[in-house]
């Protein structure tokens, strides 16, 4: 079974630096897809970046970067540029090429500071 | 478009009791997922549909949990008895095709006291 594991359960970051999240995932397939999802203290939660596997490019969205390493089976969020709205819980998630559901971490939660 | 919506935003319920979750999808999307997450662990898949039908629920916990998805829109979650360790908060989500990003709703956020 995949296992998605995040291993900082809080951060903090002083706004406008830069912060890394991790995230290491467990599978033994090849095509799959990976995720990062923002849940703010409003709850709803939301896609913040998605990485295929097929892709060596890493993706990247304005200020929020992966650094997707495969075969160390690591999909780690970069932000950049802090800003207070990025305060929240972050869930990194893992979905493979078929019809099975999101796999999801313990999440994040991280906190802006002024 | 309207984003995937979810009715209550709170439940309150005391053990034995029942209760019933709603979920709204996007307009169009087949796929209706619900999810459970309780405090500090983390958020697990329950069941999925396509349109009307159960397409995975391996991971309903047991037969207290009922699932229905009739006429392929609107889904109700219903738990019945509630047990203590029911509670947590339980989101639903859609998407049109799989695989595909999920659109999330606000989730329930259900106390079982």
């Known amino acids: 079974a995949q296992t998605v594991t995040q291993s900082q359960p809080e951060m903090s970051v002083q706004e406008a630096e830069t912060v890394t999240l991790s995230c290491t995932y467990d599978t033994s397939e090849n095509n799959y897809y990976l995720f990062w999802y923002k849940q703010p203290p409003s709850r709803q939660m939301i896609l913040v970046i998605r990485?295929?596997?097929?892709?060596?490019q890493n993706a990247t969205e304005n200020r929020f970067s992966v650094n997707f390493q495969k075969a160390a089976k690591s999909f780690s969020l970069k932000i950049s540029d802090s800003q207070l709205g990025d305060t929240a819980m972050y869930f990194c998630a893992f979905m493979n090429s078929g019809n099975t559901p999101l796999v999801f971490g313990k999440g994040t939660r991280l906190s802006v500071i002024a | 478009e309207a984003g995937v919506t979810q009715f209550p935003s709170h439940s309150v319920i005391e053990k034995g009791q029942t209760v019933t979750l709603r979920c709204d999808p996007i307009?169009?999307?087949?796929?209706l997922y619900w999810y459970r997450r309780v405090m500090g662990k983390e958020i697990k898949f329950l069941l999925h549909f396509v349109k009307e039908s159960k397409q995975d629920e391996s991971g309903m916990p047991n037969n207290r949990f009922l699932a229905e998805r009739t006429g392929g829109t609107y889904s109700t979650l219903k738990v019945q008895p509630a047990e203590l360790e029911d509670s947590g908060v339980y989101f639903c989500?859609?998407?049109?095709?799989?695989?595909?990003?999920?659109?999330f709703g606000n989730g329930t956020r259900l106390t079982v006291t």
């Open positions: 989500a859609s998407s049109r095709y799989t695989p595909s990003p999920l659109h």
């Open positions: 990485q295929e596997a097929y892709k060596q």
């Open positions: 307009s169009g999307h087949d796929n």
